[in-house]
């Protein structure tokens, strides 16, 4: 069935360092991706979403790229700030999986002044 | 400030008991989600609903039903309630199936 596989966690960084979260998705047919974030006692937050092969989906200085050839969706940044502290989800939904959602098991980010 | 509203955001109850969780979806989305989060099993989908009609069917519990109601908020009834139920519910909504869904801030559910 379609599932996501997220990059282990907890990741710590210092400010201002460079962020890549890893993402990869097994899924029949041309899903789309997301990535949400979750800060600390609050819920889900969509941050960005590429819905076919080769967009790019950007906010807040985050960036993924839909990578259909190496089934990927990578988030990065190029310099994280403390207030980036959360826990980031990847996500995929498509007319084949039901039009549920599914989510990765999340990666912890903490970033040091 | 996703437009999603969740009621309570805090429950405290005990075994054996019964406990309604409600969501109202944002304006104009007509896909309501509910999804479990617990340290241990992590973000589990438990059902969608589509327009007042179940469309998916995740690891939901027979204790535990849902329904989307005709101005579309949702309700997800748990029942029996036992320790391990304790978790945060979260329900989400879209416009359309398959696009993007905006969270609420969850209910916070202790069983004690």
């Known amino acids: 069935g379609d599932s996501v596989t997220q990059m282990e966690g907890p990741v710590t960084l210092s400010e201002e360092a460079f962020l890549t979260i890893n993402c990869t998705y097994t899924a029949t047919g041309y899903p789309s991706l997301f990535w949400y974030v979750q800060y600390p006692g609050e819920g889900l937050q969509l941050l960005l979403k590429a819905t076919k092969a080769d967009d790019k989906g950007s906010n807040k200085g985050f960036e993924a790229t839909y990578r259909k050839e190496t089934t990927s969706f990578h988030l990065e940044k190029g310099s994280v700030q403390v207030s980036d502290s959360a826990v980031y989800f990847c996500?995929?939904?498509?007319?084949?999986?039901?039009?549920?959602?599914?989510f990765g098991t999340g990666t912890s980010l903490t970033v040091i002044p | 400030d996703s437009g999603v509203t969740q009621t309570p955001k805090h429950l405290i109850t005990a075994t054996g008991q019964r406990v309604t969780l409600r969501c109202s979806p944002r304006?104009?989305?007509?896909?309501v989600y509910w999804y479990q989060q617990s340290l241990d099993q992590g973000l589990q989908f438990l059902i969608q609903y589509y327009n007042g009609e179940e469309r998916a069917k995740g690891n939901i519990l027979e204790r535990f039903s849902a329904q989307q109601f005709p101005d579309l908020h949702s309700e997800l009834n748990l029942s029996s309630l036992e320790l391990g139920d304790s978790a945060l519910y979260f329900c989400?909504?879209?416009?359309?199936?398959?696009?993007?869904?905006?969270f609420g801030q969850g209910t916070r559910l202790t069983v004690v």
């Open positions: 996500a995929l939904t498509s007319k084949r999986t039901g039009n549920q959602f599914y």
């Open positions: 304006s104009g989305d007509l896909s």
């Open positions: 989400a909504s879209s416009v359309q199936m398959n696009t993007e869904a905006f």
